[in-house]
């Protein structure tokens, strides 16, 4: 089950919901897991349970958008590890709302998590999967990326975070690095059930309405998503490169 024995993991936004379960995907596949949020108690406690069962694992708190943060944050893991080989840019924020009714805060905010976040990581860490010709990053855009009600400034983070992706590819495949994109649909997280309270609904309605349109007649569980990085991540991927993969329990595009 060791795939991953040996490679250090640097994920973002991993306290809680799709980050904590890519963690512990990684983690449980022997991967030494960089633990990075925004939020210290979260981070403590998620990084806690973690250690009981079992996993490497350490924690950094950095807001992804402010660069001396996320500089500081992979200096401190190279020193601790003494390498980056795998990075997941999965921080991220909504701030749903009409376009007419859109605040300027709404479009920074998203764009800076989002875009900017992933831009600062991937940059940081980059420099050091280059020096060791290896690494695997994974940004996590969403099926909103192809347009979707209320999110002008997350929809057009995400199709941005795809066009990064394709674009690390290409300057970055000659170094034994590869980029992809993992797009989720609605997956059972913190963010879906703030969705649903935004716009009125309890999540038990809300959930079965969606599931009603969804081919696999589900929401999605964090799980999905973290067995999608898994496979970008492993060492036997590396001719893969450049991909988005829709995970949204049927076709999304
Ligand atoms: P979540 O439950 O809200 O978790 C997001 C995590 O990111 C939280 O731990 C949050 O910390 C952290 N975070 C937020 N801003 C940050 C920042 N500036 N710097 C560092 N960490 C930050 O969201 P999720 O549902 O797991 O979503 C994870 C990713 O998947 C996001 O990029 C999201 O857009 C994407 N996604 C989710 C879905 C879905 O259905 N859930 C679908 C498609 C794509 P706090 O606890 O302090 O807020």
New binding site residues.
């Given amino acids: 089950m060791n795939q991953l024995s040996n490679r250090v993991a640097f994920v ?10 890519i963690s512990y995907t990684l983690g449980s596949n022997g991967a030494k897991i960089c633990l ?4 210290e108690k ?2 403590h406690e998620t990084a806690e349970e973690m250690k009981k069962d079992g996993i490497d694992v350490t924690y950094y708190i ?5 660069r001396s ?1 996320v500089e500081q944050a992979v200096e401190e893991a190279v020193n601790k590890y003494g390498k980056i080989d795998i990075l997941v ?6 701030r749903d709302n009409l376009l007419f009714k859109m605040s300027d805060d709404d479009w920074d905010t998203v764009m ?3 875009l900017k ?1 992933a831009f600062y990581c991937t940059r940081a860490v980059q420099k050091y999967m280059v020096e060791n010709q290896y690494g695997r990053i994974v940004s ?5 990326a192809l347009g979707n009600r209320g999110q002008a400034n ?1 929809a057009t ?2 199709a941005g975070l795809q066009g990064f992706t394709k674009t690390l590819a290409i300057e970055l495949g000659k170094y034994g690095i590869t980029a992809n994109a ?11 059930r ?2 649903a309270e935004r716009i009125g609904v309890s999540f038990e309605e809300f959930s079965k309405n969606l599931s009603d349109t969804i081919p696999a007649k589900r ?2 569980q ?1 799980e999905d ?1 973290a067995n999608a990085v898994l496979f970008f991540v492993k060492e036997e991927s590396s001719y893969v490169n450049g991909q988005i993969l829709y995970v949204a329990g049927g076709p999304a595009n």
């Fill in positions: 973002t936004g991993a306290s809680r919901g799709l980050g904590r379960s990075v949020d925004i939020d979260a981070a950095a807001d992804v958008s402010v943060q840019n999965n921080a991220g924020v909504l800076n998590v989002h976040g996590i855009s969403s099926t909103s997350y983070a995400k993992v797009a989720p649909g609605f997956i059972e997280t913190d963010m879906t703030k969705t929401l999605g964090p998503i």
